[in-house]
T-cell receptor, first 116, second 114 residues
Framework: KQEVTQIPAALSVPEGENLVLNCSFT??????LQWFRQDPGKGLTSLLL?????REQTSGRLNASLDKSSGRSTLYIAASQPGDSATYLC???????????????FGGGTRVLVKP | DVKVTQSSRYLVKRTGEKVFLECVQD?????MFWYRQDPGLGLRLIYF???????EKGDIPEGYSVSREKKERFSLILESASTNQTSMYLC?????????????FGPGTRLLVL
């Protein structure tokens, strides 16, 4: 069974510092990887999706990499701001046929606090 | 703009009641999902559907059922609510069943079962 782990569970950095968030998964064979942001009491907002054939994706200050051989993904947030404070979740899913249903397995999340 | 809506943000029900949670998406997505989120346990998939009238069990389907009569609507049903079903429920949708697509989430329904 696929397992997705995010360490650390919480992270606090001063404003302006770069953030590095880690995600590891046990089954690297067929994975796509998504990163989400969740604000307290709210739903999830998709940040980046890395297809299984890709190694990284970038959007603004965000960059996510995927290394299937080592079973790892990393989310980098450059020049962090207080508005980046949130919980960040990674989730992996199989490439697949209809029956796979695009099921995602989520990590437990990393709660980030960016201090002004 | 992508939009997934859920019928209630907060809900309080009594043990034994039948509970309906509704989710609607306006993006013509084929896939729809129901998750629950609990502290320390993360998000867990309850049920998903990749087509109208099609449903598949997720990781924790016990005590739940679902209905998808129309493409845009996916309902989660708690046949007889219990206190251990107190949780945050999140609905999501994605475009295609064949490839991994971004999942879009609704705002969530926080359910309290007394």
């Amino acid at each position: 069974k696929q397992e997705v782990t995010q360490i650390p569970a919480a992270l606090s950095v001063p404003e302006g510092e770069n953030l590095v968030l880690n995600c590891s998964f046990t089954d690297s064979a067929i994975y796509n990887l998504q990163w989400f942001r969740q604000d307290p009491g709210k739903g999830l907002t998709s940040l980046l999706l890395i297809q299984s054939s890709q190694r990284e994706q970038t959007s603004g200050r965000l960059n996510a990499s995927l290394d299937k051989s080592s079973g790892r993904s990393t989310l980098y947030i450059a020049a962090s701001q207080p508005g980046d404070s949130a919980t960040y979740l990674c989730a992996g899913g199989p490439v697949g046929i209809k029956a796979a249903g695009n099921k995602l397995t989520f990590g437990g999340g990393t709660r980030v606090l960016v201090k002004p | 703009d992508v939009k997934v809506t859920q019928s209630s943000r907060y809900l309080v029900k009594r043990t034994g009641e039948k509970v309906f949670l509704e989710c609607v998406q306006d993006m013509d997505h084929e896939n729809m999902f129901w998750y629950r989120q609990d502290p320390g346990l993360g998000l867990r998939l309850i049920y998903f559907s990749y087509d109208v009238k099609m449903k598949e069990k997720g990781d924790i389907p016990e005590g739940y059922s679902v209905s998808r009569e129309k493409k845009e609507r996916f309902s989660l049903i708690l046949e007889s609510a219990s206190t251990n079903q107190t949780s945050m429920y999140l609905c999501a949708s994605s475009l295609s069943p064949a490839e991994q697509e971004t999942q879009y989430f609704g705002p969530g329904t926080r359910l309290l079962v007394l």
